[in-house]
């Protein structure tokens, strides 16, 4: 089997102004509905990196469906056609936290997650976003708060790859130390990659890629949005195979 090529976009916030100025009447509105104005400039600037992202795979654009309610203009990025049809050999996520936004795409299930070092988990949100195993193994780390936050991106990673996001309740998901998931998705996810990108000191990036072909990083050679990072290097892959399923 061959790789898997994901290519991943981040940029920080000071490149939203030319997000703004790339932005379609659609994404402009999406963004307005938050009130917040860095909250506007994370949308527009994930949606600006989703569009960039989606072309070089062939897709004409983006938009966004939600699983929950089937309904256009929220929920997870769909890659579409000229004629606005769903392609469904593309896959797209986005994530942002402080002061970055990353994206990724690929031609498998994948999802990207980021949060801030100082997005610490106290114990009341540990206890419905992690398994008691979790929990207990984050405890027992070096540095048991740095444990809790990677574990959390690390799921909320993996959920988004698998299409349900927060449909799915966290605590229902186990991402370490081994990986445990309920139904729907235990019949039908069977292979998990997850690679931690580097974004920066401050930061932890995860990358969930659902395949079990080897994944790498690739690069997107036309991209002009000049504050924008290739991620081209990752680190401390990891692999969960379930041993008693296989794909055909």
Known sequence: MGEIVVTVLAAPLSAAGEAWAAASAAERERATAYQRSADRDRSV????????????LGAAGVTRVCRVCGR???GRPVAVDAAGHALAEVFLSSSHAGGWVVAAAAGVAIGV????????????????????????????????????????????????????????EPATVQVTPTVTLPDPLADSVTDIQFLDLPLDPAHLAVLAALTPQPVTLGTVPFV???RSVI??????????RDPSRSLS
């Open 224 to 226: 002009t949005l000049s």
């Open 45 to 56: 600037l994930s949606a600006d990196l989703l569009r960039r992202l989606a072309r070089q």
């Open 113 to 168: 997650d980021c949060e801030p070092l100082a997005n610490t988990l106290d114990d009341a949100t540990a206890a419905i976003a992690l398994t008691p195993a979790e929990r207990a193994a984050a405890d027992a780390a070096a540095d048991p708060a740095r444990a809790r936050l990677a574990t959390w991106v690390k799921k909320e990673a993996l959920l988004k790859a698998t299409g349900w996001g927060l449909a799915l």
């Open 231 to 240: 991620l081209s290097a990752a680190k401390d892959l990891s692999r969960h």
């Open 72 to 74: 256009v203009g929220h």
